[in-house]
């Protein structure tokens, strides 16, 4: 009996440990560094990170993107973007404009070395670039995208 009882436990355990980790394909983390909390988040589909309105991935993400990983300044408005694009383009809100000059703070793995001077596209108010290895964005710190 003894044992039987310590299998359920265990199963138990895993069950719970499995359903935080995979809770529907949302993946976050918060940490903090020296230049403020970040959080990253990351999404199976474009409409999955529409959903999570803690998170507030932008309207222009087309929702079949996939792959989809955000880096994000809790304290403040920075935010960098990757996602594989879906069969969907940009959208027609997003125009051709400039680069951006200031280069992020914020720091990820899967993100290029200064990819912000690459991007061609401004998508409301985050700079765009589209790559062969998937769709970048990067909205800078500024005081009038810190509601946003």
Known sequence: MKNASGKVAVLAAAIAAAATVSACGVDDSLKETSNGHVKEVSYDTGKAGKDDAAARLPSWVP???????????????????????????????????PAETKPPTLTASWWPNAEHQRMNKVCDGWHVAVETDGVFAYRAETVANADK
Request: glycine share 14%; charged share 25%; hydrophobic share 30%.
């Open 63 to 97: 929702d079949d993107a996939h792959s989809v990983k955000e880096v994000i300044r809790t304290t403040g408005s920075e935010r960098l973007l990757r996602y594989q694009a879906g069969g969907a383009d940009l959208p027609g809100a997003c125009q051709p404009g």
